[in-house]
């Protein structure tokens, strides 16, 4: 039932002290590094007043900016010469944030990830297919050494090159994949292009991360594939997947708690907040030689599970992200966020597998425009019914996310296919 039963289920007291342990030497390697060094002195902490678990919260954050200006190496703990691998994140603006890794950070990682996949109830006979992207992203790499220290044969087939991919569902019987919930929703439509019933595949289950979807998504996965999915999170500043992942009971996402401290802070003030409250996920690294990040803001939405959970695993869970706190839009004054539109779509038996939010400004006004695919099949139906279509979609959105969108119906296969981290929103206004 469990791979490591010892670090799995200790007691709550046994994981505090052993976190415990683990922060003062984090915090004692980053003082050694340049970046932190100065960092601390400017703020005028002292590590050594850190006297138990709940003193982290008088440590400052560390935020994507401060990894920016460290760049590129001066967050780094150990001589170059034990580098043995380096990530980095995809950076849309500005650097991008580089990662370092030791063998040993690479074992940690490896042993926590096949640990994660061994709870879902993966094995070394499963054929694991691995959709992500492979090279500096930590998608790929990640899970990979993971499947392959639990022993299962891996297929690094990386994203994209549908039809290659089918093949090798096909010829291989992959029974398990690791995909974007957007490529998986594309993917699905492929194999059933292609005259293939998705659920005759060999595969059981799925991991699904990398990018915020909601719970309908995964339903909607879940009965397209024939599969068990399982949630996966993970960015790369905290080495990339394999943070906190689905146990096989699928009510949230275990964290690693041997390897991570996490808190949640209420985004706005920094204070942090008791657990079962929703906030911004923070996060210490305290098992990385390399690289120890003290308090780094992810800017992602989730609040901690504290009850315990069935499967016996005694590290806490994290709830489904609900977005990212640098992802709400502001649209004439109203906050939305993604997640909320995805969750009205994907219970809509007639929404397809795409949609895209374009927000735009005219005549000095805000307006939000949906587009969606529709299945094929509606295109053929009458025009009355697709209008009474559109206005229960519209009502339904208003209903959450309190103002008025326009939604249009697209064909299916007319919007952008996603590969890898889809881009569901295009913000047109220039603010
Ligand atoms: O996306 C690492 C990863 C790869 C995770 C594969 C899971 C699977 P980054 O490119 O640095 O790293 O992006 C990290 O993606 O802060 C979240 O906003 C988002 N994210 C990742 N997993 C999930 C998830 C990888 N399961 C950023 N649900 C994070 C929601 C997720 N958002």
Not at 6 to 34: G, H, P, V, W, Y
Not at 78 to 106: F, L, M
Not at 289 to 305: G, K, N, Q
Not at 397 to 422: C, D, H, Q, T
Request: charged share 25%; with cysteine; net charge neutral.
């Amino acid at each position: 039932m469990y791979l490591d039963e010892k670090i799995e289920t200790m007691s709550r007291n046994e994981l505090n002290t052993l976190q415990f342990d683990r922060l003062k030497k984090a915090l004692n390697a980053a003082s050694q590094t340049r970046y932190y060094n100065k960092f601390f002195s400017d703020k005028k902490i002292d590590v050594s007043k850190i006297k138990t678990l709940e003193h982290i919260k008088d440590l400052p954050f560390t935020t994507k900016h401060d990894l920016r200006l460290s760049y590129p190496d001066g967050m780094v703990a150990v001589p170059a010469s034990d580098i043995v691998r380096i990530h980095a994140s995809s950076g849309t603006t500005g650097k991008s944030t580089v990662i370092y890794y030791t063998q040993k950070d690479i074992d940690h990682w490896a042993n926590q990830i096949a640990r994660a996949m061994y709870a879902t109830g993966t094995r070394k006979e499963d054929v694991f297919q691995n959709m992500m992207g492979y090279g500096l992203f930590t998608g790929g790499l990640g899970l990979h050494y993971g499947a392959e220290k639990l022993g299962c044969t891996v297929i690094p087939s990386a994203t994209g090159n549908s039809l290659r991919q089918i093949q090798l569902l096909q010829d291989f019987n992959t029974t398990v994949i690791h995909i974007t919930p957007s490529y998986a929703l594309h993917l699905v439509e492929v194999i059933k292009e292609n005259g293939i019933n998705p659920h005759d595949l060999s595969l059981k289950k799925a991991y699904f991360g990398a990018e915020p979807y909601s719970q309908a998504t995964t339903e909607k996965l879940e009965n397209l594939w024939g599969i068990d999915a399982y949630n996966s999170y993970g960015l790369s500043e905290m080495n990339g997947p394999g943070v906190a992942m689905d146990c096989i009971h699928k009510k949230g996402m275990h964290v690693v708690e041997d390897s991570y401290i996490v808190e949640i802070i209420n985004p706005n003030t920094g204070e942090q907040l008791p657990d079962g409250e929703e906030g911004e996920l923070v996060i210490t690294h305290i098992n990385r030689e390399a690289m120890p990040i003290i308090r780094y803001r992810t800017r992602d939405l989730t609040r901690i599970i504290p009850e315990p959970c069935e499967c016996g695993r005694t590290h806490r869970r994290i709830e489904r992200i609900k977005g990212r706190s640098d992802d709400m839009i502001i649209v004439g004054g109203v906050n939305v966020f993604p997640s909320q539109i995805e969750s009205v779509l994907m219970n809509i038996p007639e929404i397809g597998n795409n949609y895209v939010i374009i927000i735009d400004r005219e005549n000095g006004l805000d307006r939000m425009h949906i587009q969606v695919e529709l299945y094929s099949k509606l295109f053929q139906g009458d025009i009355k019914a697709l209008k009474r279509l559109n206005k229960d979609i519209v009502e339904k959105l208003r209903a959450i996310i309190v103002i008025n969108p326009r939604v249009e119906f697209m064909e299916p296969g007319s919007l952008p296919a996603s590969e890898g981290k889809a881009k569901r929103v295009i913000d047109n206004r220039i603010i």
